[in-house]
């Protein structure tokens, strides 16, 4: 059971546009919601995260828009460049067993081109 | 990195052949994770540790097994590794709701 969805797949831009990345989870008891940064043969990065209690956070060209009541929250990428080309992750966060657990997103492939 | 290394990064085996992959840190973290990665399946958590000696199962934790003897150190292995195995393993170590990714170990099960 894929407890966070992820769309798209994939995701081609021009320079300059925005990019937009979704994701919906399932279970009411995930309480943070990072998204990583992925580029070729290089682990996952920490890009930003959001609590469920606020509805947007940006840094810098990066925002992140949350919606509680619909289970859904999205990256936007304003003014893509061609250094943003990398695979993105969204994911939820809560507490099981003993300690605090990630469920990921299946990724999307970002590419911006020049 | 975050203080984080994984050894090997490249490893081919063979099917039936017991693998240890080793992750190391320098953060003093209490937590450590191991995920594998799969296309299409973004990262999936396979063993967790929440202390020395503690560890839990996670999501797909079927074929592998962990230790963890000292703070700095998350063992993962295969006892005998299967072609299904074959992916790219990474660990994380955590404090609270955020984890930091290492740079993973790519293994082929041949």
């Known amino acids: 059971q894929q407890q966070v969805k992820q769309s798209p797949q994939s995701l081609i831009v021009q320079k300059g546009g925005i990019s937009i990345i979704n994701c919906a989870y399932e279970?009411?008891?995930?309480?943070?919601f990072p998204w990583y940064q992925q580029f070729p043969g290089k682990g996952p990065a920490l890009l930003i995260a959001?609590?469920?209690?606020?509805s947007e956070k940006k840094e810098g060209r990066f925002t992140i828009s949350f919606n509680k009541s619909a289970k859904q929250f999205s990256l936007h990428i304003m003014d893509s460049q061609p250094g943003d080309s990398a695979t993105y992750f969204c994911a939820a966060s809560r507490t099981s067993g003993s300690a605090r657990q990630l469920t990921f997103g299946s990724g999307t492939q970002l590419t911006v081109l020049p | 990195d975050a203080g984080i290394t994984q050894s090997p990064r490249h490893k081919v085996t063979e099917t039936g052949t017991p693998v240890t992959l080793r992750c190391h840190q320098t953060e003093n973290h209490r937590y450590m994770y191991w995920y594998r990665q799969d296309p299409g399946h973004g990262l999936r958590l396979i063993h967790y540790?929440?202390?020395?000696?503690?560890?839990d199962k996670g999501e797909v934790s079927d074929g592998y097994s962990v230790s963890r003897s000292k703070t700095e150190d998350f063992l993962l292995t295969l006892e005998s590794a299967t072609s299904s195995q074959t992916s790219v393993y990474f660990c994380a170590i955590g404090g609270g709701r955020e984890q930091y990714f290492g740079p993973g170990t790519r293994l082929t099960v041949t």
């Open positions: 959001i609590r469920p209690d606020v």
């Open positions: 279970n009411t008891a995930f309480d943070y």
């Open positions: 540790s929440y202390g020395v000696k503690d560890t």
